[in-house]
C-alpha cells in the first residue's frame, strides 16, 4: 500500500462505516481493534502495525463483499429484464 493509501484510510473508513450504518463501537470487535483506536484512526491518528493490518484487511472484504453483492444484483438484473414494447 502506498503513502498515499495509506492516508486515505480514514476516509476509507468512515466511508464504509456510513455505508453500513455502523458506529465506532459495532465496527471495532468486527475489525479486531478497540472503539478508541478506531475512533483515533477516523480523525487521523497513526494506529499500531497490527491495528493498521487489521483495519486494511476489513477495509478490504468489505470492498469484496460490495463487488460480489454488485455482480450478483447483476446477473438478477439481466435474468428478470422484460421487453417493453410501446404501442
Request: net charge positive; proline share 3%.
Amino acid at each position: 500500500m502506498s503513502l498515499y493509501e495509506a492516508e486515505r484510510i480514514p476516509d476509507r473508513l468512515k466511508d464504509a462505516m456510513q455505508f453500513r450504518n455502523l458506529t465506532t463501537r459495532k465496527v471495532a470487535p468486527t475489525i479486531g481493534i478497540s472503539h478508541a483506536t478506531v475512533h483515533r484512526i477516523m480523525n487521523g491518528g497513526v494506529p499500531d502495525v497490527e491495528s493498521y493490518l487489521r483495519v486494511k484487511a476489513w477495509l478490504a472484504s468489505e470492498a469484496d463483499a460490495v463487488m460480489a453483492r454488485a455482480h450478483a444484483f447483476s446477473a438478477n438484473a439481466e435474468r428478470c429484464k422484460i421487453e417493453v414494447k410501446v404501442k
